[in-house]
Antibody, heavy 117, light 107 residues
Framework: VQLVESGGGLVQPGRSLKLSCAASGFTFSDYYMAWVRQAPKKGLEWVATISSSGSTTYYPDSVRGRFTISRDSAKRGLYLQMNSLTSEDTATYYC???????????WGQGVMVTVSS | DIQMTQSPASLSASLGETVSIECLTSEGISNDLAWYQQKSGKSPQLLIYTTSRLQDGVPSRFSGSGSGTRYSLKISGMQPEDEADYFCQQSYKYPLTFGSGTKLEIK
């Protein structure tokens, strides 16, 4: 299993950014996928989950209405569109696969997003 | 939302010592509790899921137990490579929530 994120960087407050994750080594269309973030020197925060078919999504209140998770099974890609970014969104964002229960059994290496003027 | 209270925040252990980390949940989670290890500068890795099941490749010195609202991770015989941050996570319902983490260091 390999998960490789891309698309991070420095972005101004109020702007948008889209993260991508390339998945390989497993049957992508069989698994729920998710994004988890970690602010510098802080703990882990779940950001979004998408069902295996892509028909159902879940978000915490902190990002609902601003972030959108999506997937493309043909490209084996997972995405996170982030709008109206604030400094509170500064973090390393991890692409993850959901395991047997809604835990996270595989993680990418992470991509840094910095929101600053 | 289910609140996760993890303790201690930090812990120092000698090589070979047995250590325990606790996670309390604000409501019952039917054993849907996972533990993660994050070494410095690395991504988290799943250690244990559904309270006590070891992820493939995880050494048997790691074990998990608990029920209801009280869960724990035990390392039986601290090794140098166990120095890391550890997080619990409830996998019972959305929104998914994590404990605040335990920093485990070698004494």
């Amino acid at each position: 299993v390999q998960l490789v994120e891309s698309g991070g960087g420095l972005v101004q407050p109020g702007r948008s950014l889209k993260l991508s994750c390339a998945a390989s080594g497993f049957t992508f269309s069989d698994y729920y996928m998710a994004w988890v973030r970690q602010a510098p020197k802080k703990g882990l925060e779940w950001v979004a989950t998408i069902s295996s078919s892509g028909s159902t999504t879940y978000y915490p209140d902190s990002v609902r209405g601003r972030f959108t998770i999506s997937r493309d099974s043909a490209k084996r890609g997972l995405y996170l569109q982030m709008n109206s970014l604030t400094s509170e969104d500064t973090a390393t964002y991890y692409c993850t696969r959901h395991g047997l229960r809604i835990d996270f059994d595989y993680w990418g290496q992470g991509v840094m997003v910095t929101v600053s003027s | 939302d289910i609140q996760m209270t993890q303790s201690p925040a930090s812990l120092s252990a000698s090589l070979g010592e047995t250590v325990s980390i606790e996670c309390l949940t604000s409501e019952g989670i039917s054993n849907d509790l996972a533990w993660y290890q994050q070494k410095s500068g690395k991504s988290p890795q799943l250690l244990i899921y559904t309270t006590s099941r070891l992820q493939d490749g995880v050494p048997s010195r790691f074990s998990g137990s608990g029920s209801g609202t009280r869960y724990s991770l035990k390392i039986s015989g601290m090794q140098p490579e166990d120095e890391a941050d550890y997080f619990c996570q409830q996998s019972y319902k959305y929104p998914l929530t994590f404990g605040s983490g335990t920093k485990l260091e070698i004494k």
